[in-house]
């Protein structure tokens, strides 16, 4: 047993024990949550009652690779960009092409991302990229500010220390730096902040709570949909509120399916009157045909010596499914012969999370199905990948009123902010990242150590 596993099986006995085995130190917790909007839809988004812990040198190593990955990845992307072959590769729409030619006027594509991992001891693995918006940094740092004073974390901080990562503070610098590279100013000037996204009738929004927080900041920010944007005289307004930098949460395949090119936005974009976070181009660092060209030792051979080793070690084969022949290891393969003879360990992914399509684990189908699978990768842009074993761990719940432990997956998503890593959140489930299952949610995440 691990000193990991010891501790968490410690902090197990603690809710097994007097006084914790009374469950209303729960409903007092789960009250607080709704009470600080750590909830959606009308769920609370944290059905757990322990935090996920990470020690400080798996935490120093997710930083180490993190920041070596988001760097090759800013690598790969002007690379691709230079290059019309490699950029075929990427399998962009035409508007997606455009779109990634315009400058953005600041350094670093990605101001935010944010990676999924599979930490199991001392190994780390990828299982994806994000570009698009951060997602669960504000939700994450109001549950460990919740539960670093909830009772049987205190009875457990009598032995270790917790440390919480990450927050909204880095995220509202990143966008700042962003915004004065764009704008050449010096810092003094307090933009008027818009966070895009499709707004819902129901629900709430995380970023509901980075609104707030950046107004307490002095910086006067709204919650706007695409709907609402106009374009005159060089402003981009929406409902009268005239915007300097928008946090962009639509990805570019949801936007081009509602609206054309002559959208306000894309105009004001075009014409550099308004600072886009992420900037567009950082589309093509979230399409899965990314890994395709990281893992390519050719393309890499010329990146940093610690980029290369963090693609060879972390991140999963992967190539754009077609006919042809590709390199697997040291050798070359017929790339669809060998997705159909080595099923078992093989995912086929859609090359854009946003599209209808599906993803087909390998070992979740038999030959005949996998065959089909394969068809249907050919038709549409897939991406062939080699399958990360997920990382499973006990968490306790209360389920109808009485404590339950459960083997859950567990993500931990480190977030960078202009290529630093300045935190993580976790994503625990019973059907793995971005699979809704009834017990599945967020866990603040907190650095563990002896005290």
Known sequence: MTQLDEAISR???????????????????????????LSAGG?????????????????????????????????????????PQLLSHMQLLPAEKMLAAIDPGYEVSEVSAQLDLQIHNGSLHVLKYNADALSGAAYSEGLSDLFFECPPVLEFRRR???????????????????YNQFSGGDGSKKPNIAILEF????????????????????????????????????????????IDLIYRRVSVMEFLLRFNLSHPLLQAYRDRRVCVVNAFRSELSHKK?????????????????????????????????????????????????????????????????????????????DEASWARAIREA???????????????????????????????????????FLGKVEGCSSYVSAAGVGNYSPSSGIAPTFIIDTK
């Open 11 to 37: 902090y197990h006995r603690i809710l097994e024990s007097e006084p914790y085995r009374d469950l209303r130190w729960v409903k007092t917790l789960q009250e607080e949550m709704e009470a600080r909007q």
């Open 43 to 83: 769920r609370l988004l944290c059905p757990f009652l322990r935090p996920n812990f990470v020690t400080q040198k798996q935490y120093d190593n997710l930083v180490k690779t993190g920041e070596a990955l988001v760097s090759a990845v800013e690598r790969m992307l002007r690379q691709a960009l230079a290059s």
């Open 160 to 178: 270790y220390n917790l440390t919480p990562v990450g927050g909204k503070q880095p995220f509202l610098t990143a966008l700042l730096k962003a």
């Open 199 to 242: 707004r819902s009738a129901t629900g709430r929004s995380e970023y509901e709570i980075f609104r707030e927080y950046f107004r307490a900041a002095g910086y006067p920010t709204e919650l706007v949909s695409p709907e609402q944007l106009e374009y005159k005289n060089g402003v981009l307004r929406a409902n009268g509120f005239d």
């Open 289 to 365: 045909a990314m890994f395709a060209l990281l893992t390519e030792d050719h393309l890499t051979a010329t990146f940093p010596a610690n980029e290369r080793k963090a693609i060879k070690e972390h991140l999963p084969w992967t190539r754009v499914v077609k006919a042809g022949k590709a390199t697997y290891k040291d050798g070359t393969v017929d790339l669809l012969d060998f997705i159909k003879a080595e099923r078992e360990k093989l995912i086929l992914i859609p090359n854009d999370e946003y599209s209808d399509l599906h993803s087909f684990v390998g070992f979740e189908h």
């Open 378 to 416: 050919q038709r549409a842009p897939y991406v062939v990948q080699e399958h990360v074993k997920p990382t499973r761990t006990v968490f306790p719940l209360m389920t109808y009123g009485h404590l339950e432990f459960k083997e859950m997956q567990v993500d931990v998503q480190p977030q960078a």
